[in-house]
T-cell receptor, first 115, second 112 residues
Framework: GAVVSQHPSRVICKSGTSVKIECRSL??????MFWYRQFPKKSLMLMAT?????????EQGVEKDKFLINHASLTLSTLTVTSAHPEDSSFYIC???????????FGPGTRLLVL | DQQVKQNSPSLSVQEGRISILNCDYT??????FLWYKKYPAEGPTFLIS?????DKNEDGRFTVFLNKSAKHLSLHIVPSQPGDSAVYFC???????????FGKGTSLLVTP
Protein backbone atom coordinates (compact mmCIF):
# COMPACT_ATOMS: atom_id res chain seq x y z
CA GLY A 1 0.00 0.00 0.00
CA ALA A 2 0.85 3.65 0.08
CA VAL A 3 1.13 5.03 3.58
CA VAL A 4 1.41 8.68 4.47
CA SER A 5 2.02 9.74 8.04
CA GLN A 6 1.68 13.09 9.73
CA HIS A 7 3.14 14.32 12.98
CA PRO A 8 1.88 15.54 15.33
CA SER A 9 -1.72 14.38 15.14
CA ARG A 10 -2.83 17.13 17.47
CA VAL A 11 -1.18 20.29 18.76
CA ILE A 12 -2.26 23.10 21.03
CA CYS A 13 -0.14 26.22 21.09
CA LYS A 14 -0.20 29.79 22.31
CA SER A 15 -0.87 32.67 19.97
CA GLY A 16 2.36 34.00 18.48
CA THR A 17 4.27 30.73 18.51
CA SER A 18 5.26 28.65 15.48
CA VAL A 19 4.19 25.09 14.84
CA LYS A 20 5.81 22.58 12.50
CA ILE A 21 3.84 19.72 10.95
CA GLU A 22 5.63 16.85 9.25
CA CYS A 23 4.29 14.78 6.38
CA ARG A 24 6.08 11.59 5.42
CA SER A 25 5.52 9.03 2.70
CA LEU A 26 6.50 5.82 4.45
CA UNK A 27 6.75 3.27 1.67
CA UNK A 28 7.18 5.28 -1.50
CA UNK A 29 8.94 8.32 -2.85
CA UNK A 30 6.87 11.39 -3.55
CA UNK A 31 8.21 14.14 -5.74
CA UNK A 32 5.07 16.13 -5.04
CA MET A 33 3.15 16.55 -1.84
CA PHE A 34 0.11 18.69 -1.23
CA TRP A 35 -1.08 20.53 1.82
CA TYR A 36 -4.80 20.98 2.46
CA ARG A 37 -6.77 22.66 5.16
CA GLN A 38 -10.24 21.75 6.30
CA PHE A 39 -12.58 23.88 8.35
CA PRO A 40 -15.43 22.22 10.25
CA LYS A 41 -18.07 20.85 7.89
CA LYS A 42 -16.26 22.27 4.90
CA SER A 43 -14.40 20.76 1.99
CA LEU A 44 -10.65 20.31 1.82
CA MET A 45 -9.02 23.44 0.48
CA LEU A 46 -5.66 23.21 -1.23
CA MET A 47 -3.09 25.47 0.39
CA ALA A 48 0.06 24.68 -1.55
CA THR A 49 1.85 22.20 -3.74
CA UNK A 50 5.21 21.10 -2.43
CA UNK A 51 7.87 19.90 -4.87
CA UNK A 52 11.04 18.22 -3.71
CA UNK A 53 14.03 20.48 -4.13
CA UNK A 54 12.12 23.56 -5.20
CA UNK A 55 9.90 26.26 -3.80
CA UNK A 56 6.32 25.44 -3.00
CA UNK A 57 3.50 26.79 -5.12
CA UNK A 58 0.88 28.53 -3.02
CA GLU A 59 -2.80 28.94 -3.82
CA GLN A 60 -4.27 32.39 -4.07
CA GLY A 61 -4.99 33.85 -0.68
CA VAL A 62 -2.51 31.66 1.19
CA GLU A 63 0.30 33.66 2.79
CA LYS A 64 3.61 32.05 1.91
CA ASP A 65 5.40 33.86 4.73
CA LYS A 66 2.94 32.52 7.23
CA PHE A 67 2.73 28.95 6.01
CA LEU A 68 6.31 27.90 5.31
CA ILE A 69 6.68 24.70 3.32
CA ASN A 70 9.89 22.74 2.96
CA HIS A 71 10.15 19.59 0.88
CA ALA A 72 13.59 18.46 1.94
CA SER A 73 13.54 14.94 0.57
CA LEU A 74 11.43 12.58 -1.51
CA THR A 75 9.71 11.32 1.62
CA LEU A 76 9.34 14.40 3.80
CA SER A 77 7.53 17.71 3.54
CA THR A 78 7.02 20.10 6.43
CA LEU A 79 4.49 22.86 6.97
CA THR A 80 5.38 25.51 9.54
CA VAL A 81 2.64 27.83 10.73
CA THR A 82 4.53 30.90 11.85
CA SER A 83 3.26 33.32 14.48
CA ALA A 84 0.09 31.31 14.84
CA HIS A 85 -3.20 33.05 15.61
CA PRO A 86 -6.52 31.59 16.74
CA GLU A 87 -7.89 31.89 13.19
CA ASP A 88 -5.19 29.44 12.08
CA SER A 89 -6.87 26.76 14.16
CA SER A 90 -7.90 24.11 11.69
CA PHE A 91 -7.36 20.57 10.46
CA TYR A 92 -4.29 20.33 8.22
CA ILE A 93 -3.90 17.34 5.90
CA CYS A 94 -1.13 16.42 3.54
CA UNK A 95 -1.21 14.08 0.59
CA UNK A 96 1.34 12.48 -1.68
CA UNK A 97 1.35 10.49 -4.85
CA UNK A 98 3.81 8.12 -6.42
CA UNK A 99 5.61 9.32 -9.49
CA UNK A 100 3.31 9.17 -12.53
CA UNK A 101 0.44 7.91 -10.43
CA UNK A 102 -2.74 9.95 -10.21
CA UNK A 103 -4.11 8.63 -6.95
CA UNK A 104 -3.19 10.75 -3.97
CA UNK A 105 -2.82 9.17 -0.56
CA PHE A 106 -3.62 11.24 2.46
CA GLY A 107 -2.06 11.49 5.86
CA PRO A 108 -4.23 11.21 8.96
CA GLY A 109 -4.28 14.97 9.47
CA THR A 110 -3.12 17.34 12.20
CA ARG A 111 -5.55 19.19 14.41
CA LEU A 112 -4.13 22.60 15.34
CA LEU A 113 -5.66 24.67 18.10
CA VAL A 114 -4.21 28.10 18.75
CA LEU A 115 -5.19 29.66 22.06
CA ASP B 1 -15.38 29.00 -7.55
CA GLN B 2 -16.39 25.42 -6.78
CA GLN B 3 -15.41 23.28 -9.75
CA VAL B 4 -16.54 20.04 -8.15
CA LYS B 5 -19.99 20.00 -6.65
CA GLN B 6 -21.75 17.56 -4.40
CA ASN B 7 -25.21 18.99 -4.05
CA SER B 8 -26.50 16.57 -1.44
CA PRO B 9 -24.93 17.34 1.94
CA SER B 10 -26.41 14.20 3.44
CA LEU B 11 -27.98 10.88 2.53
CA SER B 12 -29.65 8.23 4.66
CA VAL B 13 -30.01 4.65 3.41
CA GLN B 14 -31.16 1.42 4.95
CA GLU B 15 -28.68 -1.40 5.41
CA GLY B 16 -28.66 -3.71 2.42
CA ARG B 17 -29.98 -1.10 0.02
CA ILE B 18 -28.08 0.82 -2.61
CA SER B 19 -26.40 4.14 -1.78
CA ILE B 20 -25.96 6.52 -4.68
CA LEU B 21 -23.75 9.55 -4.20
CA ASN B 22 -23.63 12.13 -6.94
CA CYS B 23 -21.01 14.58 -8.10
CA ASP B 24 -20.94 17.21 -10.84
CA TYR B 25 -18.00 19.15 -12.20
CA THR B 26 -17.59 22.19 -14.38
CA UNK B 27 -14.01 21.98 -15.67
CA UNK B 28 -13.83 20.02 -18.92
CA UNK B 29 -10.06 19.64 -18.43
CA UNK B 30 -10.59 17.23 -15.57
CA UNK B 31 -9.33 13.86 -16.60
CA UNK B 32 -9.30 11.77 -13.48
CA PHE B 33 -11.90 11.38 -10.78
CA LEU B 34 -11.66 9.88 -7.33
CA TRP B 35 -13.87 9.12 -4.39
CA TYR B 36 -12.62 9.34 -0.83
CA LYS B 37 -14.21 8.29 2.43
CA LYS B 38 -13.54 10.38 5.48
CA TYR B 39 -14.23 10.12 9.18
CA PRO B 40 -14.08 13.18 11.47
CA ALA B 41 -10.55 14.21 12.46
CA GLU B 42 -8.99 11.71 10.05
CA GLY B 43 -7.46 12.03 6.61
CA PRO B 44 -9.47 10.89 3.59
CA THR B 45 -9.14 7.25 2.58
CA PHE B 46 -9.01 6.48 -1.12
CA LEU B 47 -11.94 4.35 -2.30
CA ILE B 48 -12.11 4.15 -6.05
CA SER B 49 -11.19 6.17 -9.11
CA UNK B 50 -11.99 6.44 -12.78
CA UNK B 51 -10.23 8.02 -15.71
CA UNK B 52 -12.03 9.90 -18.43
CA UNK B 53 -11.49 7.12 -20.98
CA UNK B 54 -13.83 4.87 -19.02
CA ASP B 55 -17.47 5.20 -18.07
CA LYS B 56 -17.52 2.63 -15.29
CA ASN B 57 -15.16 1.18 -12.74
CA GLU B 58 -16.05 -1.45 -10.20
CA ASP B 59 -14.33 -2.61 -7.03
CA GLY B 60 -16.28 -4.96 -4.82
CA ARG B 61 -19.33 -3.19 -3.48
CA PHE B 62 -18.24 0.12 -4.97
CA THR B 63 -18.91 1.21 -8.55
CA VAL B 64 -18.20 4.60 -10.03
CA PHE B 65 -19.99 5.78 -13.16
CA LEU B 66 -18.78 8.65 -15.29
CA ASN B 67 -20.88 10.57 -17.78
CA LYS B 68 -18.41 12.94 -19.41
CA SER B 69 -20.91 14.68 -21.64
CA ALA B 70 -23.01 15.57 -18.61
CA LYS B 71 -19.93 16.22 -16.44
CA HIS B 72 -21.41 13.95 -13.85
CA LEU B 73 -20.20 11.02 -11.85
CA SER B 74 -21.76 8.85 -9.22
CA LEU B 75 -20.65 6.35 -6.62
CA HIS B 76 -22.85 3.31 -6.02
CA ILE B 77 -22.46 1.23 -2.89
CA VAL B 78 -24.28 -2.10 -2.97
CA PRO B 79 -25.22 -3.46 -0.52
CA SER B 80 -24.80 -0.61 1.94
CA GLN B 81 -23.49 -1.49 5.38
CA PRO B 82 -23.54 0.50 8.64
CA GLY B 83 -19.74 0.69 8.47
CA ASP B 84 -20.10 2.70 5.28
CA SER B 85 -21.44 5.63 7.30
CA ALA B 86 -18.96 8.47 6.73
CA VAL B 87 -18.48 11.58 4.64
CA TYR B 88 -17.73 10.86 1.00
CA PHE B 89 -15.74 13.32 -1.06
CA CYS B 90 -15.63 13.47 -4.81
CA UNK B 91 -12.36 14.82 -6.25
CA UNK B 92 -11.03 15.57 -9.70
CA UNK B 93 -7.74 16.47 -11.31
CA UNK B 94 -6.60 17.42 -14.79
CA UNK B 95 -3.32 15.53 -14.82
CA UNK B 96 -1.13 13.20 -12.77
CA UNK B 97 0.75 15.13 -10.15
CA UNK B 98 -1.74 17.95 -10.08
CA UNK B 99 -3.68 18.87 -6.99
CA UNK B 100 -7.15 17.54 -6.44
CA UNK B 101 -10.28 19.65 -6.50
CA PHE B 102 -12.71 18.45 -3.89
CA GLY B 103 -16.45 18.67 -3.57
CA LYS B 104 -17.96 19.64 -0.22
CA GLY B 105 -18.75 16.06 0.67
CA THR B 106 -21.88 14.03 1.28
CA SER B 107 -22.50 12.57 4.70
CA LEU B 108 -23.84 9.04 4.32
CA LEU B 109 -25.72 7.34 7.12
CA VAL B 110 -26.54 3.68 6.75
CA THR B 111 -29.13 2.58 9.26
CA PRO B 112 -29.62 -1.01 10.42
Amino acid sequence: GAVVSQHPSRVICKSGTSVKIECRSLDFQATTMFWYRQFPKKSLMLMATSNEGSKATYEQGVEKDKFLINHASLTLSTLTVTSAHPEDSSFYICSASRVYEETQYFGPGTRLLVL
Amino acid sequence: DQQVKQNSPSLSVQEGRISILNCDYTNSMFDYFLWYKKYPAEGPTFLISISSIKDKNEDGRFTVFLNKSAKHLSLHIVPSQPGDSAVYFCAASSSPGYALNFGKGTSLLVTP
